[in-house]
């Protein structure tokens, strides 16, 4: 999961578990060395690989930060994901010395000013500068509380849920603006979109289809592609490893949103029938399965094509 990546003195614990506290309180999933992993002559490589997949690095800087082994290489490993284009950098200035500078690798970012205190209105302003989309999906909050879209012609909104490793593919939960997502919906309305303009409203044709103003929706996207008539999802059919990457997100998606034992699954597909077939096949037989297939003739955008049961018999 992609977070934001916590760099501090222990010396300066207070005030940063403060802006962890407020971070999580806003729902931003926050990663943090809270028993300072021993430092050997290798940097530890859990510290490491959680630099390697945030999304933002907080720098706590201070005099204290400046005289820690860890932060230095904390801050050397950063400095090339930033460099690379692959994280952002959030410089936090706790030390009340005007001469007091930032490394110079980070001078030119503007860091969140706290020389006059961790009080809450320096907390507030710093919340207020990290981008929105960071936050992670809500159980205990409706959709219109996340951060939200609109979904064109429909009652729903969509919510960002999680993203691949990569970033190539992204989950959204769509439902009611007033609802709770549970953890096990009753039914889960898988909308698989891998193909297809970007702006064509697979949501809304699906919501037409269903005429179900109760349901949830699992709304996964593939990769992006430029296309000479606009932006498109496709997997590239040579791509060994993207097409097993969309497979085993979308196969992790699901499971983490729905139970065999109460969940009907329903997938409507814009996406090769080889990768729905693959993904259908790691849940046939010990859940309840429909399929709908795209035929706007029939009236609806969709028609149900194929069900079956938990013990894999046709319904």
């Given at each position: 999961?992609?977070?934001?990546?916590?760099?501090?003195?222990?010396?300066?614990?207070?005030?940063?578990?403060?802006?962890?506290?407020?971070?999580?309180?806003?729902?931003?999933?926050?990663?943090?060395?809270?028993?300072?992993?021993?430092?050997?002559?290798?940097?530890?490589?859990?510290?490491?690989?959680?630099?390697?997949?945030?999304?933002?690095?907080?720098?706590?800087?201070?005099?204290n930060?400046?005289?820690?082994p860890?932060?230095?290489?904390?801050?050397?490993?950063?400095?090339?994901?930033?460099?690379?284009?692959?994280?952002?950098?959030?410089?936090?200035m706790?030390?009340?010395?005007?001469?007091?500078e930032?490394?110079?690798?980070?001078?030119?970012?503007?860091?969140?000013?706290?020389?006059?205190?961790?009080?809450?209105?320096?907390?507030?302003?710093?919340?207020?500068?990290?981008?929105?989309?960071?936050?992670?999906?809500?159980?205990?909050?409706?959709l219109?509380?996340?951060?939200y879209?609109?979904?064109?012609?429909?009652?729903?909104?969509?919510?960002?849920?999680?993203?691949?490793?990569?970033?190539?593919?992204?989950a959204?939960?769509?439902?009611?603006k007033?609802?709770?997502?549970?953890?096990?919906?009753?039914e889960?309305?898988?909308?698989?979109?891998?193909?297809?303009?970007?702006?064509?409203?697979?949501?809304?044709?699906?919501?037409?289809?269903?005429?179900?103003?109760?349901?949830?929706?699992?709304?996964?996207?593939?990769?992006?592609?430029?296309?000479?008539?606009?932006?498109?999802?496709?997997?590239?059919?040579?791509?060994?490893?993207?097409?097993?990457?969309?497979?085993?997100?979308?196969?992790?998606?699901?499971?983490?949103?729905?139970?065999s034992?109460?969940t009907k699954?329903?997938?409507?597909?814009?996406?090769?029938?080889?990768?729905?077939?693959r993904?259908?096949?790691g849940?046939?037989?010990?859940?309840?399965?429909?399929?709908?297939?795209?035929?706007?003739?029939?009236?609806?955008?969709?028609?149900?094509?194929?069900?079956?049961?938990?013990n894999?018999?046709?319904?």
């Amino acid at each position: 999961m992609s977070h934001i990546f916590i760099s501090y003195s222990r010396r300066d614990t207070v005030c940063v578990d403060k802006v962890v506290h407020r971070l999580e309180e806003n729902d931003f999933p926050v990663w943090i060395d809270r028993q300072k992993i021993a430092l050997t002559s290798e940097f530890p490589q859990e510290i490491t690989n959680n630099i390697l997949s945030a999304r933002l690095f907080v720098l706590f800087w201070s005099e204290n930060a400046k005289a820690s082994p860890y932060v230095e290489a904390e801050r050397r490993i950063a400095n090339q994901q930033y460099l690379a284009g692959k994280l952002k950098i959030l410089p936090i200035m706790l030390e009340k010395d005007e001469k007091f500078e930032l490394p110079i690798e980070f001078a030119h970012i503007q860091a969140a000013d706290f020389r006059s205190g961790c009080d809450d209105t320096a907390i507030g302003s710093f919340i207020d500068q990290i981008p929105s989309d960071l936050r992670k999906f809500s159980y205990d909050k409706p959709l219109g509380q996340q951060p939200y879209q609109s979904v064109e012609g429909t009652s729903f909104v969509s919510v960002p849920y999680l993203s691949s490793t990569s970033g190539r593919c992204s989950a959204y939960i769509v439902g009611r603006k007033d609802a709770k997502m549970p953890r096990a919906p009753r039914e889960l309305v898988i909308c698989l979109q891998f193909m297809q303009p970007t702006n064509k409203n697979m949501l809304k044709e699906v919501y037409e289809t269903l005429d179900d103003s109760e349901a949830w929706m699992l709304h996964i996207t593939g990769p992006v592609v430029k296309d000479s008539r606009g932006d498109k999802y496709w997997i590239d059919n040579l791509d060994r490893a993207l097409w097993e990457e969309c497979y085993q997100f979308t196969t992790q998606m699901i499971q983490s949103n729905a139970r065999s034992d109460t969940t009907k699954l329903k997938f409507f597909g814009l996406t090769a029938g080889v990768l729905l077939a693959r993904i259908a096949m790691g849940f046939y037989r010990f859940w309840s399965l429909q399929f709908y297939n795209y035929a706007s003739e029939s009236g609806k955008p969709y028609v149900l094509a194929y069900e079956v049961d938990r013990n894999g018999n046709s319904v």
